[in-house]
């Protein structure tokens, strides 16, 4: 069923509401998640600019595969929610569907082992580990939820998982402006592990919730939507 006639049906919601950013939101994500992950691609040259961390030193390989998939991952994702390339080109979507969620699943678990060794020690660690978790976890549901055609729910569970990736945005953020007010890294690494991503998964909460009014009684309802773009 097209959008707009899904729309029309009382007590429902258009589910491209869900994941469509407004223009100079959508900009704005795209160049900073460019802008990043251009930058974190330094770690494929021969030789890296400004490597700064001991996962450098003692586990470059996984630290490599990381940022390379990551660095996808967080590239693809913008393309994503925009609904006129998803409209006029499902197959390109579905194809990038594919990459980010492979490209999730091994910066997932090139991060493990990085993880276990974060700068600052155990508070990062376990934030890392957490956010690692969490990511995989939404987008394993979202690549379930769009294999059993419940597009608006997998287009949710998208939205918060891009909102994990893009804790490599808030992450630099958030560390630049700690350097820059002069808090120790002692102090700023280990708060900014958590910080990156707690918020982000929140605001993706309230995004998802906010865009789509029906929400609720499209999910008493049992309602779900079929779209054309996987049938
Ligand atoms: C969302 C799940 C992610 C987790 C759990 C994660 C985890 C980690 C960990 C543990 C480190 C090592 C930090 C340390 O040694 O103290 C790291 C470094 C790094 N990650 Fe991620 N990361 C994630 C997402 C991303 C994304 C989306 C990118 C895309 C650009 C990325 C790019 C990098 C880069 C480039 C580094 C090396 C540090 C730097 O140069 O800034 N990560 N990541």
Redesign the pocket.
């Known amino acids: 069923m097209p959008d707009n006639a899904a729309a029309a049906r009382p007590g429902h919601a258009r589910p491209s509401a869900v994941g469509a950013l407004p223009g100079a939101g959508w900009l704005l994500l795209a160049v900073l998640a460019t802008g990043?992950?251009v930058w974190?691609m330094r770690?494929g040259l021969p030789v890296v600019p400004?490597?700064?961390?001991?996962?450098f030193v003692t586990r470059r390989p996984a630290?490599t595969v990381?940022?390379l998939s990551?660095?996808i991952?967080?590239l693809v994702g913008p393309w994503q929610f925009l609904p006129g390339l998803r409209a006029r080109c499902i197959a390109l979507h579905r194809a990038l569907g594919r990459t980010y969620a492979v490209a999730v699943l091994v910066?997932?678990l090139s991060?493990i082992p990085?993880?276990l060794?974060?700068?600052?020690g155990a508070v990062?660690s376990a934030g890392?580990?957490a956010?690692?978790a969490a990511?995989i976890a939404t987008t394993a549901v979202a690549v379930e939820r769009a294999m059993q055609r419940d597009i608006a729910a997998h287009r949710r569970w998208m939205v918060r998982s891009y909102a994990?990736?893009a804790?490599?945005i808030t992450l630099?953020i958030y560390l630049g402006a700690g350097i820059a007010l002069g808090i120790p890294l002692t102090v700023v690494?280990p708060a900014i592990a958590w910080l990156c991503?707690v918020p982000n998964l929140l605001a993706a909460e309230w995004w998802v919730r906010r865009a789509v009014p029906g929400l609720q009684s499209a999910r008493r309802s049992g309602a779900r939507w079929q779209s054309p773009e996987l049938d």
């Open positions: 990043v992950a974190s770690y400004q490597p700064n961390l001991s996962n630290l990381h940022a990551a660095s991952a967080l910066a997932w991060s990085i993880a060794h974060a700068e600052t990062a890392f580990l956010l690692g990511w994990l990736t804790a490599a630099r690494y991503w």
